[in-house]
């Protein structure tokens, strides 16, 4: 079965820029999804289709996709982007599924 | 704006059978295809199965001789059972739209299973 790669952690200072990687075989011909997840909070679509933003997301969240690496970036990392965030694609191999990264806890210092 | 709401009891028995309910507010059911994803504590997240507008359905391997999802158009409702449970089974379980990129989603509800 497919499986995505993520940091477990990754820390940034305020007003910088958060890179969180995911990493799969040839993730570049699957279509990811970053989900946001607070604590004690359901997960929130942030990017969708690799780099489509939901309405709502601020336009500092943008993603890309290439080669074996997915990257959700964040600019002027604040306070508020503290939370786990979760990479998804959909697994059209011998079982269809969705499948899902580890996640990766962004702290902000 | 749609919304979803999952129902069910927060605690089941060993061996028993785990039954949600997600409601869903806003939107037809009739429009979307429909997943469940669940949550151990402190741990990811797992993708469950979806069902389809139409009824059709697609389960994760681990789970599927386990698993039964279906639809009740009547109350605009989605449902979960998951037979045998065991201590792993121990999650919050979330009800969602959609089969990937999965929007909006439900608060969750905590299930756990013990004697």
């Known amino acids: 079965s497919y499986v995505l790669t993520q940091p477990p952690s990754v820390s940034v200072a305020p007003g910088k820029t958060a890179r969180l990687t995911c990493g799969g075989n040839d993730i570049r011909s699957k279509s990811v999804h970053w989900y946001q997840q607070k604590p004690g909070q359901a997960p929130v679509l942030v990017m969708y289709d690799d780099s489509d933003r939901p309405s709502g997301i601020p336009e500092r969240f943008s993603g890309s996709n290439s080669g074996n690496t997915a990257t959700l970036t964040i600019n002027r990392v604040e306070a508020g982007d503290e939370a786990d965030y979760y990479c998804q694609v959909w697994d059209l191999s011998s079982d269809h599924r969705g499948v899902f990264g580890g996640g990766t806890k962004l702290t902000v210092l | 704006q749609v919304q979803l709401q999952e129902s069910g009891p927060g605690l089941v028995q060993p061996s028993e059978t785990l039954s949600l309910t997600c409601t869903v507010s806003?939107?037809?059911?009739?429009?979307?295809?429909w997943s469940w994803i669940r949550q151990a504590p402190g741990r990811g997240l797992e993708w469950i199965g979806y069902i389809s507008y139409s009824g059709g359905t697609n389960y994760n391997p681990s789970l599927k001789s386990r698993l039964t999802l279906s639809l009740d158009t009547s109350k605009n409702q989605f449902s979960l059972k998951l037979t045998s449970v065991t201590a792993a089974d121990t999650a919050v379980y979330y009800c969602?739209?959609?089969?990937?990129?999965?929007?909006?989603w439900g608060q969750g509800t905590l299930v756990t299973v013990s004697s």
């Open positions: 806003s939107d037809s059911i009739s429009d979307y295809y």
């Open positions: 969602t739209r959609g089969f990937t990129g999965f929007d909006p």
